[in-house]
Nanobody, 119 residues
Framework: QVQLVESGGGLVQPGGSLRLSCAAS????????MGWYRQAPGKQRELVAN???????NYADSVKGRFTISRDNAKNTVYLQMNSLKPEDTAVYYC?????????????WGQGTQVTVSS
């Protein structure tokens, strides 16, 4: 069984910063692309950023230049550094990973962590 556990969400003022972490645990052989998605109330879940095992990154246009995704393959952990936060960044942020366990690759999701940007 594989689990993705997020941490680091919270309340921050506009212009502030937060760092999200997501640690994968369980019977893991390898982790391929990992990413962060977010879902605001009344909106669809959207990709924020993802990163391949080799370190290639991809960002939504709305966060380019403000957010940075990184990963530590030795720790099976992905991070999202969020700077210059805006009220429109308010959402539940979900970690996602394509993980090879036993004999197959499956897509896993974390439980989500709330990020609220408000003065």
């Amino acid at each position: 069984q594989v689990q993705l556990v997020e941490s680091g969400g919270g309340l921050v003022q506009p212009g502030g910063s937060l760092r999200l972490s997501c640690a994968a645990s369980g019977s893991i052989f390898s982790i391929y692309t990992m990413g962060w998605y977010r879902q605001a109330p009344g909106k669809q879940r959207e990709l924020v950023a993802n990163i391949t095992k080799g370190g290639t990154t991809n960002y939504a246009d709305s966060v380019k230049g403000r957010f940075t995704i990184s990963r530590d393959n030795a720790k099976n952990t992905v991070y999202l550094q969020m700077n210059s936060l805006k009220p429109e960044d308010t959402a539940v942020y979900y970690c996602n990973g394509f993980i090879w366990t036993m004999s197959r690759v499956d897509n896993y999701w974390g439980q989500g962590t709330q990020v609220t940007v408000s003065s």
